[in-house]
């Protein structure tokens, strides 16, 4: 099971509906194939999708870095030298996109040499979880005929409202015409991605007070370290820390500092390993836990249920596992299917994941 070879492949997917929200929007999923060979011939696999508004990384940076520092320090190791392999990849700090996408191919890897699914190997306590899917920035008839649409077709019946605009009334007047169309059928929260100040989130959040919203995500930033404790003390719902939360360290800053009362867990930025070590420490903490979406694709989204379901605590809420939705294609031989408000992990080895070569041909960027 030692590592032979690591591929950093581009490619390149337009979205059908581009995605819009605070913090940047994404018309073309420029993402990283990451693939991983062992000495016995598997192959891993995992996918980076780099959001350069938020964390600075990009395509080709993610590219350079996993075929220039990455790569070689994990090549030549054994796929069960995994704490070695995350020390390495630790050494250098940031890069949070690159490092997850290496480190869950090599999961999927040692899945398949063991014979098991990466759910079963990281804990196997379920195997699926209810989707919740992300309405990004439109006029409120517009994002109510989103969200009828995935729960007509998808049965999907809790979503994540992206808000931050400014002034913030067309935001809650997209969530006020959430809960007129759906009334108490579906669960909604909402995410500023740092849009909005401390102030600013305190009245909007004071103004949607009667529509039952049931989490607050990254409304204003962390680092207005003072006003962002003040507004969490005042909200009655779990305030959600996401993009301030890319390590652990960062989440037990964060926690204990009083600027979050929960976290998303996203498998892009953390990868399998570090994603672990988080939900640990959210367990510890005693908080409670969303899996998020970086914008992933199916295989991205693959790899979010796969960890989600592995345990009671990431598997409570609704996982954001549905934007692949609004992408033209994407890479898998057998696509992901969202069927009754779920989707299932795949019970094969691995990550359960086949590349279709044909595809991959056609989007990849090299
Ligand atoms: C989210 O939860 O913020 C938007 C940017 C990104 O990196 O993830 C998305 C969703
Ligand atoms: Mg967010």
């Given amino acids: 099971m030692k590592i032979t070879h690591v591929e950093a492949i581009p490619f390149a997917i337009p979205y059908a509906k581009p995605l819009k929200f605070a913090s940047g929007e994404v018309h073309v999923a420029e993402h990283v194939l990451v693939r991983v060979t062992t000495n016995d011939g598997v192959v891993g696999v995992a996918e980076a999708p780099p959001r350069p508004f938020t964390y600075g990384e990009t ?12 790569a070689p320090q994990v090549t030549g190791l054994d796929l069960m030298e995994r704490e070695q392999i995350h020390a390495r990849l630790s050494r250098t700090v940031g890069n949070p996109t690159a490092k997850s996408a290496l480190d869950m191919a090599l999961w999927d890897a040692m899945g398949q040499s063991l014979g098991y699914s990466v ?18 920035f ?17 049965g999907i019946s809790t979503f994540k409202v992206k808000v931050g605009r400014k002034p913030y ?3 809650t007047a997209v969530v006020r015409a959430l809960r007129e169309r759906f009334g108490d059928d579906i669960e909604l929260y909402v995410d500023g991605n740092r849009g909005w100040s401390a102030s600013e989130s305190a009245r909007a959040m004071r103004e949607m007070a009667d529509l039952g919203l049931t989490l607050a995500e990254e409304l204003c930033p962390a680092d207005d370290v003072l006003g962002r404790r ?10 959600v820390a996401d993009e301030s939360v890319v390590t652990p360290a960062e989440v037990t800053r964060e926690i204990l500092g009083g600027s ?4 998303s867990i996203k498998t892009a930025r953390t990868g399998f390993t570090t994603s ?11 908080i409670e836990v969303v899996m998020g979406n970086q914008i992933d694709g199916q295989l991205g989204s693959l790899a979010s249920v796969a960890f989600g379901s592995a345990f009671e605590l990431t598997s409570r809420r609704a996982g954001e596992l549905s934007n692949f939705l609004d992408m033209t294609d994407d890479l898998l031989a057998e696509p992901l299917v969202i069927r009754g408000g779920e989707l299932a992990v795949r019970s094969a080895p691995g990550l359960g994941a086949v590349i279709d070569p044909d595809k991959l041909a056609r989007y990849r960027q090299n």
């Fill in 59 to 70: 395509q080709a940076g993610i590219m350079a870095v996993i075929d220039g520092i990455f």
């Fill in 119 to 136: 759910t079963e190997l990281l804990g196997g306590f379920t195997d699926r979880m209810r989707v919740s899917h992300m309405l990004g």
């Fill in 138 to 154: 439109d006029s409120p008839a517009a994002m109510v005929d989103e969200a009828e649409r995935m729960r007509d077709t998808y």
């Fill in 169 to 171: 009334h067309l935001d």
């Fill in 230 to 239: 003040w507004l969490v003390e005042q909200i009655d719902v779990p305030f």
């Fill in 260 to 263: 979050a009362t929960a976290i």
């Fill in 276 to 286: 672990r070590r988080v939900h640990h420490l959210a367990e510890g903490l005693g």
